[in-house]
């Protein structure tokens, strides 16, 4: 009977002489009931400081090591890289997989996901590419990529990962930098991919589609092109426009969980 978020308003309740004051219950451990409680003060009421917030987030990465950073930055009101940050300082052991925002459970090591999906594949190849990334915990993308190398006779696993990453595209033990939904997959070709989107039908002849695709031609950058910027770039410049990129980066990687979760049919 321990008050997790409230104690303000229960005092309010006594101080007004009531004896009764409407509750919602919560049954769980102790950890459970703190991260819960991090959640709620965060959202309202008066905020925690940066430092009460990153305390916070030791202590949940601590009791719930295979919680993602995302999931524990949202919880928490940090930035995914400052939760990456204060776990590499932690001597807390890794978990072999990792829970993001959405509950999905993820391998830490993409490679061993791929490896996965393979198996299933080889057991079970009638089924979809959905059902292969919800069996091996990766997704639709990374099971797209992953048939086509079985049926083309390769390794599941590109070269570059085969040396072990996290489920966020990244190397093991680095802080995140990418979501499940980006690992393993190899560089494309955008202005190819931006092409075919110029025409499909839904797209071409409706204004929101027209729109859709004026917005993504000024939004993307080919190798080529920036690595050509890059050349140009004033060594007193170099500092703001790599923050620009970064921002950029940031957002970009949120639009694709967005739309990661939208194509595997998660809530």
Not at 14 to 25: E, K, T
Not at 78 to 100: E, K, M, W
Not at 144 to 166: H, N, S
Request: proline share 6%.
């Amino acid at each position: 009977m321990r008050v997790i978020d409230g104690m303000h308003r229960l005092t309010a309740a006594r101080l007004m002489g009531r004896d009764r004051i409407a509750v919602q219950f919560f049954d769980g451990d102790e950890a459970d009931a703190f991260w819960l409680a991090v959640q709620a003060n965060v959202t309202h009421g008066l905020p925690l400081t940066l430092a009460e917030r990153q305390a916070a987030a030791g202590r949940i990465i601590q009791s719930h090591p295979e919680l993602s950073d995302r999931a524990i930055a949202s919880t928490a009101g940090l930035a995914a890289r400052t939760v990456a940050a204060i776990r590499l300082r932690s001597a807390v052991q890794p978990s072999p997989v990792r829970i993001g925002r959405d509950g999905r459970a993820r391998p830490l090591n993409a490679a061993e996901g791929r490896r996965l999906a393979s198996q299933v594949i080889a057991a079970r190849p009638d089924l979809s590419l959905r059902e292969i990334a919800r069996a091996a915990g990766i997704s639709v993308g990374t099971a797209r990529d992953v048939r086509a190398r079985v049926r083309a006779g390769q390794d599941p696993v590109p070269p570059r990962q085969r040396g072990g990453c996290d489920p966020a595209g990244g190397t093991a033990g680095r802080p995140e930098s990418r979501t499940a939904g980006g690992a393993g997959l190899d560089p494309v070709d955008i202005r190819a991919l931006l092409e075919g989107l110029r025409r499909d039908p839904s797209l071409r002849y409706t204004e929101s589609g027209r729109h859709l695709l004026r917005w993504l031609s000024t939004r993307t950058v080919a190798p080529a092109e920036w690595r050509q910027a890059v050349d140009d770039v004033s060594p007193h410049c170099a500092i703001l426009i790599e923050r620009i990129a970064r921002e950029c980066a940031r957002v970009w990687m949120e639009l694709a969980d967005e739309l990661d979760q939208r194509s595997t049919g998660r809530p």
